[in-house]
């Protein structure tokens, strides 16, 4: 069967919801502190001297995250590597010929998927310090804007201190930045790490098994709701390794010994992932190329246009956002504020899948509970 980055998707959210649980805490963790006395005279002082013991839970859920987050980082990556494994084998198995034979032995795994864990683990590794950093600075900051506003005369030390925090809950922990210079918060960056990771050790446990039975030619899918970076690779023939470039290239008929047959190839799969393609997200994939014999497959209807897709993921967003927003939110009425925008975000994410018939992925949307 093809490979693609969508099959592992789900194994993502058992990592990105441990940072997910670890960010709630913190924020929870952040405003219970500030908010214990908060009317009181001597609250800046208070708060001030009680600066180690936020520390040191911050540290405790630092802690907890990182016991479980590096075995749940290398089983997710042995889980995917696995499932490209076993799309190669189904490919390789429905052929009955020659590669078939090559289906059927075992290839090393661990080294590979032990190098793709390790470099997740170091990729994510800095979150456990900014999140120390994050927490105490935000601290901070909410003393000396909530101190400072009744003097100032603008709002009480309750208002500061609630914008204060609204703002903290809206940004998570930030500081992240990917390799094309996007930012992003620690929740939304494990699960893009995550989802890249699971999806490279597909399409690599795939094409490693191609490489054992000796496939050198992939097919890329022509997808639905296709974004801008993949469609120049949509329906093309690609080397499994070797130069970037594209040409044509005389390679042997796949079921007729002694022919040879002319093939366009686009270019390499490393060239094409460079590119973009199999990007988290990407609703392509990549199967067996046989030379004389694979057929170019249907597109299958789109349900809505890439515009629409991209509207889906920004209103999942917001749901996340304002859930967020409600665990940091120190009075009651700011909650029910902030539940309410959750409610009408819902909304249109339902009238979008009605409109469109989207699926409603509906794990997006969800904020775990924080630990």
């Known amino acids: ?10 194994l993502a959210t058992a990592v990105s919801t441990l940072y997910e649980q670890a960010e709630l805490a913190l924020i929870e963790r952040v405003t219970k502190a500030l908010a214990e006395g908060l009317d009181a005279p001597l609250w800046v002082e208070l708060k001030l001297a009680a600066l180690g013991n936020l520390r040191s839970a911050i540290e405790d859920i630092i802690a907890a995250l990182q016991a479980d987050a590096a075995g749940a980082i290398h089983r997710a990556v042995a889980e995917a590597y696995d499932r490209g494994q076993q799309a190669a ?12 034979l090559a289906a059927a032995d075992a290839l090393p795994t661990a080294a590979a998927v032990d190098r793709l864990a390790a470099a997740l683990v170091q ?14 600075d935000v601290y901070r900051q909410v003393i000396a804007e909530a101190s400072s506003a ?10 500061a201190a609630a914008r204060a925090l609204a703002r903290f809950a809206d940004k998570g922990v930030t500081g992240f930045v990917d390799r094309a210079g996007r930012a992003w918060n620690l929740t939304s960056y494990v699960e893009m790490a995550t989802r890249s990771a699971v999806g490279r050790a597909a399409v690599q446990a795939h094409t490693d098994r191609l490489a054992a039975a000796g496939v050198d030619l ?18 093309a023939v690609l080397r499994r390794e070797g130069p970037a470039g594209a040409g044509v290239v005389q390679v042997e008929h796949a079921t007729k010994d002694d022919r040879m047959v002319r093939v366009r190839v686009a270019g390499s799969l490393a060239e094409a992932r460079a590119a973009g393609l199999l990007h988290p997200n990407c609703r392509h ?21 890439y515009e629409q897709t991209q509207q889906q993921r920004y209103l999942e967003r917001q749901v996340r956002a304002w859930k967020r ?10 909650r ?14 339902r009238e979008l899948v009605a409109q469109t018939g989207l699926p409603r992925k509906s794990h997006r949307q969800q904020t775990s509970a924080a630990r």
């Open 1 to 10: 069967m093809p490979v693609s980055p969508d099959m592992a998707e789900d």
């Open 89 to 100: 084998v189904a490919e390789l198995g429905a052929l009955a010929t020659g590669p078939a």
């Open 123 to 136: 990729e994510t590794g800095a979150a456990h310090l900014r999140m120390l950093r994050t927490g105490l």
């Open 150 to 159: 009744p003097l100032l005369g603008a709002t009480t030390r309750r208002q």
């Open 218 to 235: 992939v097919l890329v899918s022509d997808a639905p709701e296709e974004c801008p970076r993949c469609k120049p690779w949509e329906g």
């Open 285 to 305: 994939s990549v199967s067996i190329y046989l030379p004389g014999g694979t057929k170019p497959r249907p597109k299958p209807p789109s349900r809505a246009s």
């Open 325 to 334: 927003r409600a665990v940091g939110a120190i009075d009651e009425m700011d």
């Open 336 to 349: 029910k504020a902030a539940n309410a925008k959750v409610r009408a975000y819902q909304a249109r994410i």
